[in-house]
């Protein structure tokens, strides 16, 4: 057996891709649940906060800066072990799926507060003060004036960091989940083959290589009209 | 005029910015279909004075009432009242997610509860009005400043105010842009409607204004017609004041 021979039969090994194939589309699909649930919560939580700063209101916002500064300390991996094996001991017992969910949600939540609170705030103050001028109460103000310059603004860096989080998903095969990395690592040991994982990193561009597109896609969209 | 009771009445008003006193207790009466022009050196507290009269700023102390209406009463709706006094700021301020027409029309839909219909309807008059009903779609970014202050002064005079308030309105435009919007601002003093304006278009105030108000240090210093006060000031400070000016 010469060397690329083994390569190929290491990696490229088309008895096992087609043995495992069908674990690595159902760790896909629960991948793309998984990114689903996280980039909705994440991201409305993150805009709740952003609006709930906006009050004003100072211990609020002492508390929002602190549950959002420690969310963005922590290495995500180290929330999904504590969650799940943290929880247990405090009798509360937690799924993998929902603990990386959880997990990732607060962290995309973290870091979105803070990239909606940076769009927020550079709205000039005048279009504040045109809209209340009009009568506009502060809510209308925030929600047809303000918010939808401050999220056309902060697309760019909103999508990168939705991505780059998203990405996180394949920290869950840690905690047993059978997501696109955790059913490749156990296609892995039961075939004593790598392939299983190329068949994963195939999966993953496959899944985000269209996020990345699309991302861009709505960063065209929401440019100004010149 | 002085049988109608004052669109606009401030009284005593002042105002602190922590420990800088802006306004030390400045008067100020407008009666109903005056043009009154606030000039003055900058920093002088005019456009803090125009910013209290709709509560954009809330003033130390003082009594401020439009169209009857305490606006400075914890109980006064204060979004209600504002409809009462349009404002056109320096920059515009336009939305800039919006069309034309979508700006004219958000408070008439958002605060006066209008339909759609009938929001568009009555913002493309509004629009007419200032000559701009064929920009309606147009974004703020496609239009020249002189028409984005257009569009500015059609959002603030859809909601039918009592009195408009202009702070510095051609401050920012280029001088060849700076002729249309003193013309939709004569037309609306030919309408009828009352008028505070702070502005150094000296030759505006001349030609148009009922009554000058000269401001210096947070205080009015002197005020009356634009003939006595540009050609017979009483203050020196004023003198000193339109002799710079002229000078330009």
């Known amino acids: 057996m010469t060397g690329l021979d083994r390569f190929l039969d ?22 793309i649940l998984l990114a689903f649930c996280i980039i909705l919560s994440g991201l409305a939580a993150g805009l709740a906060l952003a609006v ?18 420690l969310f963005r300390a922590l290495p995500p991996l180290v929330i999904i072990v504590l969650l799940y094996f943290g929880l247990p001991a405090a009798g509360l017992s937690i799924s993998g799926f929902a603990s990386a969910w959880l997990s990732l949600a607060l962290v995309l939540m973290a870091f979105s507060e803070e990239i909606f609170w940076a769009g927020i705030t550079a709205v000039p103050r005048g279009q504040w003060e045109a809209a209340r001028s009009t009568g506009l109460t502060f809510a209308a103000t925030l929600g047809h004036v303000v918010l939808p310059q401050a999220v056309r603004m902060v697309v760019p860096p909103l999508t990168n960091r939705t991505i ?14 059978p997501e696109i990395l955790g059913a490749a690592q156990a296609g892995v040991s039961f075939s004593f083959n790598p392939t299983p994982l190329t068949l994963g ?24 009209k010149r | 005029m002085a049988q109608t009771p004052p669109i606009v009445a401030a009284h005593g008003i002042h105002k602190h ?38 509560r954009l700023e809330e003033p130390s102390s003082g009594s401020i009432t439009v169209d009857g209406i305490d606006m400075l009463s914890r109980s006064t709706d204060i979004n209600a009242a504002r409809q009462r006094v349009g ?28 339909s759609r219909a009938e929001a568009e309807a009555r913002a493309r008059a509004a629009l007419d009005r200032v000559h701009l009903a064929d920009r309606a ?29 202009f702070d510095e309105p051609t401050s920012a435009l280029d001088p060849e842009l700076v002729g249309g919007v003193l013309a939709a601002m004569r037309e609306l003093r030919e309408d009828g409607m009352t008028m505070v304006v702070v502005s150094h278009e000296m030759g505006f105030a001349k030609a148009a204004a009922d009554r000058v108000v000269f401001m210096a240090d947070g205080l009015v210093v002197e005020q009356g017609p634009p003939a006595e006060l540009f050609g017979a000031p009483r203050h020196e400070r004023t003198r000193a004041f339109l002799g710079q000016i002229e000078r330009h």
């Open chain 1, 10 to 31: 290491s990696f490229f090994n088309l008895r096992v891709a087609v043995e495992y194939l069908p674990k690595i589309i159902d760790g896909f699909w629960l991948t």
């Open chain 1, 52 to 69: 709930l700063r906006s009050l004003g209101i100072r211990p609020v916002n002492w508390l929002i800066i602190f549950v959002v500064d």
């Open chain 1, 164 to 177: 780059a989080i998203t990405k996180g998903t394949a920290l869950a095969s840690v905690v047993a989940v």
């Open chain 1, 201 to 224: 990193a195939l999966a993953y561009v496959v899944l985000f290589f269209p996020v990345v597109i699309l991302g861009r896609w709505i960063e065209t969209r929401f440019a100004w």
């Open chain 2, 17 to 54: 910015f922590g420990t800088l006193h802006v306004l030390k207790g400045v008067d100020l009466m407008v009666a109903e279909r005056e043009l009154v022009f606030v000039i003055g050196p900058s920093g002088s507290g005019k456009s803090t004075l125009l910013r209290c009269l709709n």
């Open chain 2, 87 to 114: 404002m056109v700021f320096q920059s515009f301020n336009l939305y800039p997610h919006m069309t034309a027409l979508g700006n004219v029309a958000l408070a008439l839909r958002k605060v006066q509860g209008k």
């Open chain 2, 137 to 165: 779609g147009h974004f703020p970014g496609q239009l020249s400043g002189g028409q984005q202050q257009r569009v500015a002064i059609a959002r603030a005079i859809a909601l039918e105010p009592r009195v408009m308030l």
